[in-house]
């Protein structure tokens, strides 16, 4: 294959999905095809679809069909959850060529480079996503030398009422400790300086192993890998936060103080709606006992306004859980109608203004709380670790290991390096410094 042979990658949605994208391009870019940006005219278009909301479906169409437009001639290949869910719909837009399901994205490099050679009628290629093994990927290198996600399990298990992901992922399924341990020595030798594990339910890696081995025990044998200096996790369930696994890793010294934890609601009537595994007694006591192990932890949430039956009693609830809880970052959402799902056939569906109303009144919450933390943390701290990042508009950007993000100005490109910055003032979004 030679270089003339353009492809470009489109993704939608979570980590998950930016890491499979990551390593279908790499596996392009191995027999010789050009990667190309997302607004070029390319040879080839795969399109890696999110299906969390229906607005993650509107735009996977819409990707869909400006790539066919783009191209009329080019190779569609279009994978990911709503690939997975709504197949037929996808396969009966005209122009798409190939569609493949979650567990099989392994098989798309190939397929592309086949299609390119000889376009044919449209296909599809759906294996049993409940019968699957784990469809191990892994990212030859690093996409940057900053950060690196790394997929270290796939599937839920949960069956919330809210969710349409199970049916996407399917079941709990987990990366040998062996491939993650190779993948994560790669990306050191590299240059990477922190990782972030990632999965559709990280806390569940290790479910379906015989022999007891945990995501705490991953940690573990992560931190002793020379080359790495810091290690994130994707989104943790409150249940999953138990105290055996917070007495594992707290004496982990690459183990960053900084969780995302996906809460959906502060309201445990809301959450036994939602089919949640735990309540707001549960969560808090199990983020207490965190906060005591590991010092000036933050944490970051996702967060549903307006769920079915969510009355402004519940929402206050959920307000007043955030209000005293003080996390960094909250990622909220107001709730989508999935097909398929508990939720969607429940009675009381809130009005969308109302949702958007929740939605902004909490945000407007977040921005005191985080505004407050950034000057609690510059009294307390006149200096900060910061990994870089970028540099935008004279403005060199990267994160604090409790991922408060800091600001130093200067033209230098900086990303890699982790220095130190002295702190000197800080808003609602950024602590602001300069080197030491």
Do not use: W
Not at 5 to 33: F, H, P, W
Not at 143 to 158: L, N, Q, V, W
Not at 191 to 202: F, Q, S
Not at 347 to 355: F, I, L, S
């Amino acid at each position: 294959m030679t270089n003339t042979v353009k492809a470009s990658l489109l993704t939608l949605g979570c980590r998950v999905n930016q890491y499979e994208s990551d390593a279908i391009m790499q596996e392009l870019s191995k027999n010789g095809v050009t990667i190309c940006k997302n607004d070029e005219i390319c040879d080839i278009y795969i399109i890696n679809t999110c299906t969390v909301t229906a607005e993650s479906d509107r735009k996977s169409r819409q990707f869909i069909r400006r790539c066919i437009k783009k191209n009329p001639n080019a190779v569609i290949i279009v994978t990911g959850c709503f690939a997975q869910v709504a197949p037929d719909t996808v396969l009966g837009i005209e122009g798409v060529d190939f569609v493949c399901g979650n567990n099989a994205k392994s098989l798309i490099a190939k397929k592309a480079l086949e299609l390119y050679e000889r376009k044919g009628k449209p296909e599809c290629y759906m294996p049993d996503i409940f019968n699957s093994k784990f469809d191990t990927m892994q990212v030859g290198a690093p996409m940057t030398r900053t950060r690196a996600f790394i997929k270290i399990e796939d599937g839920c298990d949960s069956k919330c009422a809210y969710c349409i992901i199970p049916m996407a992922r399917g079941n709990v399924r987990s990366n040998p400790r062996e491939y993650v341990i190779e993948e994560v020595k790669n990306i050191a030798s590299q240059g990477c300086r922190e990782i972030v594990l990632t999965g559709i339910e990280t806390a569940a890696y290790g479910k379906d192993f015989k022999n007891g081995y945990t995501l705490g025990d991953l940690l573990r044998e992560i931190n002793e890998i020379e080359g790495i200096d810091r290690i994130r996790l994707g989104s943790l369930d409150p249940a999953a936060i138990t105290k055996d696994f917070v007495d594992k890793i707290k004496g982990l010294s690459k183990v960053m103080n900084h969780f995302h934890i996906s809460m959906q609601s502060g309201c445990t009537r809301t959450l036994n709606m939602m089919k949640r595994k735990y309540n707001i007694d549960m969560a808090k006591k199990n983020l207490d006992y965190l906060r005591e192990q590991i010092p000036e932890v933050n944490f970051s949430a996702d967060v549903i306004t307006g769920f079915p039956g969510e009355t402004d009693e519940d929402f206050n609830k959920t307000y007043e859980f955030f209000e005293n809880e003080r996390f960094l970052h909250l990622h909220i959402f107001p709730y989508s109608k999935r097909k398929g799902t508990v939720a969607a056939e429940m009675p009381d569906q809130v009005d969308e203004n109302v949702k958007k109303e929740r939605l902004y009144t909490l945000s407007a919450l977040q921005d005191k709380i985080r505004a407050s933390l950034h000057e609690d943390f510059i009294k307390k701290h006149g200096d900060v670790d910061v990994l870089f990042e970028n540099t935008v508009d004279g403005y060199a950007c990267g994160h604090a290991p409790n991922f408060m993000e800091v600001k130093v100005k200067t033209n230098e490109i900086l990303s890699g390096e982790i220095l130190k910055v002295r702190l000197t003032s800080s808003d609602s979004n950024f602590l602001y410094g300069e080197i030491i």
